[in-house]
Each structure stands twice: as structure tokens, then as C-alpha cells.
């Protein structure tokens, strides 16, 4: 067993990813073809079930995008359903604090190691046990991304940092600037401050932080200061304002959004 993702990161080689909220196997199969090294499957802000991850799962399959898996919640069981239908790398929202780490990792991780469930014979993750030696093999293919989100994380970074089994730490802008008080500002030069001394800190700690970010310019000024998995856009906004940009070539008054880009991530 092999999780090629967790492999770039540990070797230092920077992630180009793509975030998916489509919920559809169609276009996720569309984009695992488009050259993006990551596709992340959105099961906390995207209506995701169990089973729309595990068709987006089996579409990806082919390709060489790697599918990262964005649980609802820092939840055991959540966790254990999507290990099942094949998930190996997980992006664990809303980590506080160093406990709430390792539950994310142990969550991941079969007995004695951590509290995963062992149901391999019911699993698409064993190919229903025609994987030998699955259950020796699967916790070291486990990629666990936490997420940092407010001052109280970042105040516990360096604890969380080191947490066992923690492989990158990912930094949410949208909601550390509304935790600090710019909501639907995450572009505000102390956010910003922020988020640069956070990679710094990741990287100095040997583990891959991560970031989304539209801006192409903040996305590129990340990957140079050290940011390995970075995703530089979501499926609904490409979708959304192409079709925007499209109609209003030929429409003299076309539907009107709101550039909320900057707030969504």
C-alpha cells in the first residue's frame, strides 16, 4: 500500500490542489484529469455523504490526483466510514488543540495504535481483504492533515505540531480572520502576518502546511515561503463566474454576483 500524497509531502515537493464541492463523480472525474496533483473532496462545507465521497473516490481512482478527504467534523465514526470507502488522506477540520489532534490521529490508526474499527471484510480500503496484510499495512499509509482555524489553535501550534502522526498542518484563512475580526477579510495585513509566521513555524517543525487560497499572487507568495499543499481554487467558483463571464458577452444585463472569493477560504 502507497499514499503518494503523504510521499510528496515528506519529501518536500509542493502540491497543487483542487477543491471540490460539486459533490458529483462526474465532474470530479472531469477535474482528476485536468493535471492538479490533489483533489479535495469537501464533506464539511459541500452537501457530501459517505457514499458521494465513495463514488468521487472510485472516480478518481484512475488518475493521478490524489483525493484528500475533508470530514464534517473531527468525529470517530465519520472518520472510520470514509477509511472504509478508500479515504487515506484526511484534512480534519477545526483542531483546537493538541488532544483534539491525536483523536484525529488515532481515529485513523487500527489497535494498538489508535481506535479505528476493524471491519476490512466490509471495506472498498482492503478490496474487501483481497489486500494482504491490509491491517498491518494501513496505518502507515494514513495521511492525517489538521486544520487550525482561530487564535486558540494557532496559540497551541507548537503543541499540536508535536503530535505524532500529524503529517501537515492546514491553515483555514476564512475563519481565522473572522476569529480575529475581519471576517470576509483574510487579505487583511495582520491575518496575512499571521498566517506567514504559522508556515514558518510548520516547516520548522518538519510538517507540510497547506493553505487555499484564489489570489494567485498570495498562493504563489505561499508556495515560497514554504507551503506544500496548496489548493488555488474550488469547482463552484470556476463554474459559477465562467458561466457569469460567459453570459455576459452576450446578455446586456446578466445575473449580478458578489465577489465573495476572498471570504470563502
Known amino acids: 500500500m502507497q499514499n503518494a500524497f503523504k510521499t510528496a509531502l515528506k519529501a518536500g515537493t509542493p502540491q497543487i490542489g483542487l477543491w471540490l464541492g460539486l459533490t458529483s463523480s462526474y465532474s470530479a472525474e472531469l477535474l482528476a484529469g485536468a493535471g492538479f496533483d490533489w483533489l479535495l473532496i469537501d464533506g464539511e462545507h459541500a452537501p457530501n455523504s459517505v457514499q458521494t465521497v465513495l463514488t468521487q473516490l472510485q472516480a478518481i481512482a484512475p488518475y493521478t490526483s490524489q483525493p484528500v478527504v475533508r470530514p464534517s467534523w473531527n468525529d470517530p465514526v465519520q472518520i472510520k466510514q470514509l477509511l472504509?470507502?478508500?479515504?487515506?488522506?484526511?484534512?480534519?477540520?477545526?483542531?483546537?488543540?493538541?488532544?483534539?489532534?491525536?483523536?484525529?490521529?488515532?481515529?485513523?490508526?487500527?489497535?494498538?495504535?489508535?481506535?479505528?474499527?476493524?471491519?476490512?471484510?466490509?471495506?472498498?480500503?482492503?478490496?474487501?481483504?483481497?489486500?494482504?496484510?491490509?491491517?498491518?499495512?494501513?496505518?502507515?499509509?494514513?495521511?492525517?492533515?489538521?486544520?487550525?482555524?482561530?487564535?486558540?489553535?494557532?496559540?497551541?501550534?507548537?503543541?499540536?505540531?508535536?503530535?505524532?502522526?500529524?503529517?501537515?498542518?492546514?491553515?483555514?484563512?476564512?475563519?481565522?480572520?473572522?476569529?480575529?475580526?475581519?471576517?470576509?477579510?483574510?487579505?487583511?495585513?495582520?491575518?496575512?502576518?499571521?498566517?506567514?509566521?504559522?508556515?514558518?513555524?510548520?516547516?520548522?517543525?518538519?510538517?507540510?502546511?497547506?493553505i487555499l487560497m484564489a489570489n494567485e499572487a498570495l498562493a504563489k507568495r505561499y508556495l515560497e515561503l514554504g507551503a506544500l499543499f496548496v489548493a488555488v481554487g474550488v469547482d463552484t467558483t470556476l463554474l459559477a463566474r465562467s458561466a457569469e463571464a460567459l453570459a455576459a458577452r452576450f446578455i446586456h444585463h446578466p445575473v449580478t454576483s458578489v465577489n465573495n472569493n476572498k471570504s470563502v477560504y
Open 84 to 210: 472504509d470507502v478508500g479515504a487515506q488522506t484526511l484534512l480534519v477540520p477545526m483542531v483546537q488543540n493538541a488532544d483534539e489532534a491525536r483523536l484525529a490521529v488515532s481515529a485513523t490508526r487500527y489497535p494498538p495504535a489508535g481506535i479505528r474499527g476493524v471491519g476490512s471484510a466490509l471495506a472498498r480500503a482492503s478490496r474487501w481483504n483481497r489486500i494482504p496484510d491490509y491491517l498491518q499495512q494501513a496505518n502507515d499509509a494514513m495521511c492525517v492533515l489538521v486544520q487550525i482555524e482561530t487564535r486558540e489553535a494557532l496559540k497551541n501550534l507548537p503543541q499540536i505540531l508535536d503530535v505524532e502522526g500529524v503529517d501537515g498542518v492546514f491553515i483555514g484563512p476564512a475563519d481565522l480572520s473572522a476569529d480575529m475580526g475581519f471576517a470576509g477579510n483574510p487579505q487583511h495585513p495582520e491575518v496575512q502576518a499571521v498566517i506567514e509566521r504559522a508556515i514558518a513555524q510548520i516547516r520548522e517543525a518538519g510538517k507540510a502546511p497547506g
